[in-house]
Antibody, heavy 119, light 106 residues
Framework: EVQLVESGGGLVQPGGSLRLSCAAS????????MDWVRQAPGKGLEWVGR??????????EYAASVKDRFTISRDDSRNSLYLQMNSLKTEDTAVYYC??????????WGQGTLVTVSS | DIQMTQSPSSLSASVGDTVTITCRAS??????LAWFHQKPGKAPTCLIY???SLQSGVPSKFSGSGSGRDFTLTISTLQPEDFGTYYC?????????FGGGAKVEI
């Protein structure tokens, strides 16, 4: 069974940093690209970014709203995905979901972790 | 960026009904479209990918069609567990973009 479990969310002040983690199990993690998707309270879904597999040099893509502030990384030996968030803004407040890459779409999602940016 | 417009944004339906939700892309995305269902407080689940392929484990009451700019999700024989919000997602080009959602109330 595919399982994705996010952790690391919490309350952080504007301008602060936070690192989210996602522990994957039930599939060969290294065979899949991985995405982060977020959802602000009461709002729709917003794609945050993607990290490709080793054969694609672990290259990344980001939404304009987070580019140069957020960094996605992975550790295939630990079956783990990460999201380093710096210079956080109040508008970054959201539930952050870790998702597995299917063909070219997110096919499995974690339960999400809430990040609240507030003073 | 490619804009995705869903309609209707909300609808009410009865158990047993057939419901149709549409998604229009601001430019041609071929068949690079997925549909997701989200219940309140839960993570989304993938229903359809590549516009019309059923995600593994998803019942055949869900079907997708379309290509280019216009896409449709059809839910037949609506059941109480089908309430929630449905989102489309284009993955033709970066950034990936979601539609605004269609809330289905039973």
């Amino acid at each position: 069974e595919v399982q994705l479990v996010e952790s690391g969310g919490g309350l952080v002040q504007p301008g602060g940093s936070l690192r989210l983690s996602c522990a994957a199990s039930g599939f060969t993690f290294s065979d899949h690209y991985m995405d982060w998707v977020r959802q602000a309270p009461g709002k729709g879904l917003e794609w945050v970014g993607r990290i490709r597999k080793k054969p694609n040099s672990y290259t990344t893509e980001y939404a304009a709203s987070v580019k140069d502030r957020f960094t996605i990384s992975r550790d295939d030996s630990r079956n783990s995905l990460y999201l380093q968030m710096n210079s956080l803004k109040t508008e970054d407040t959201a539930v952050y979901y870790c998702t597995r890459g299917g063909t070219y779409h997110p096919d499995y999602w974690g339960q999400g972790t809430l990040v609240t940016v507030s003073s | 960026d490619i804009q995705m417009t869903q309609s209707p944004s909300s609808l009410s339906a009865s158990v047993g009904d057939t419901v149709t939700i549409t998604c229009r892309a601001s430019q041609d995305i071929s068949k690079s479209l997925a549909w997701f269902h989200q219940k309140p407080g839960k993570a989304p689940t993938c229903l359809i990918y590549d516009a019309s392929s059923l995600q593994s484990g998803v019942p055949s009451k869900f079907s997708g069609s379309g290509s280019g700019r216009d896409f449709t999700l059809t839910i037949s024989t609506l059941q109480p567990e089908d309430f929630g919000t449905y989102y489309c997602l284009q993955y033709k080009s970066y950034p990936l973009t979601f539609g605004g959602g269609a809330k289905v109330e039973i």
